[in-house]
């Protein structure tokens, strides 16, 4: 207790003495060029090269794509089509699928000003059918290949097919009657 006293005193006697103000931004450089003059002292290296922050960023950025990549095998592998259940529904798949190829390639070829509302409509069922064939996909990876499941993707290829046919027939009723109505006019 005595020794805290004695150094409150001390402090009191040199109050009006002491600096109390902070050093200049340079300070530190005069010191060091002020002590290199006196004796031989190596300077201080003002900038040190941390490697840590620069491998911190490298391993987040690696770390992120996996990630990435995982999560893109994991969603890949949620879906699967019928040619993933047997060769019998490869065959069946690749079937429907040629015919509606060739059907779509038939309903180009004959396109025409008259039938534009009818393919454009035809177009929008089409992609109503296949939006939900995704849905079927994805329903029958977690269903575990269910016949049900199966069943339906058929189904829904069935459903494309007879759509399109339907639509060349129409086509082609509508090319007809445009064919006759034209014969008539000129004779």
């Given at each position: 207790m005595k020794k805290?006293?004695?150094?409150?005193?001390?402090?009191?006697r040199m109050e009006n003495q002491l600096d109390i103000l902070e050093p200049s931004a340079d300070h530190k450089v005069r010191f060091l060029e002020k002590l290199q003059v006196h004796t031989n002292v190596v300077p201080l290296?003002?900038?040190r090269r941390?490697?840590?922050?620069?491998?911190?960023?490298?391993?987040?950025?690696?770390?992120?794509?996996?990630?990435?990549?995982?999560?893109n095998t994991i969603n890949t592998q949620e879906e699967t089509d019928l040619a993933s259940v047997s060769d019998q529904m490869k065959d069946t798949q690749n079937f429907f699928t040629v015919a509606i190829e060739a059907q779509l390639e038939e309903i180009n070829k004959n396109t025409s000003l008259?039938?534009?509302?009818?393919?454009k409509d035809?177009?929008?069922?089409?992609?109503?059918?296949e939006s939900n064939y995704e849905i079927l996909k994805?329903?029958?990876?977690?269903?575990?290949?269910?016949?049900?499941?199966?069943?339906?993707?058929?189904?829904?290829?069935?459903?494309?097919?007879?759509?399109l046919q339907e639509v060349l027939e129409k086509i082609n009723e509508i090319n007809t009657l445009k064919l006759t109505e034209n014969e008539d006019n000129i004779l």
């Open positions: 805290e006293y004695e150094i409150e005193k001390i402090f009191k290296q003002t900038k941390n490697w840590l922050k620069p491998l911190a960023i490298a391993a987040s950025i690696t770390i992120l794509f996996g990630i990435v990549s995982v999560n008259e039938t534009t509302n009818l393919i035809a177009m929008e069922q089409l992609k109503k059918l994805k329903d029958l990876f977690q269903s575990n290949n269910d016949k049900r499941v199966i069943s339906a993707m058929i189904t829904n290829f069935q459903k494309r097919a007879s759509l």
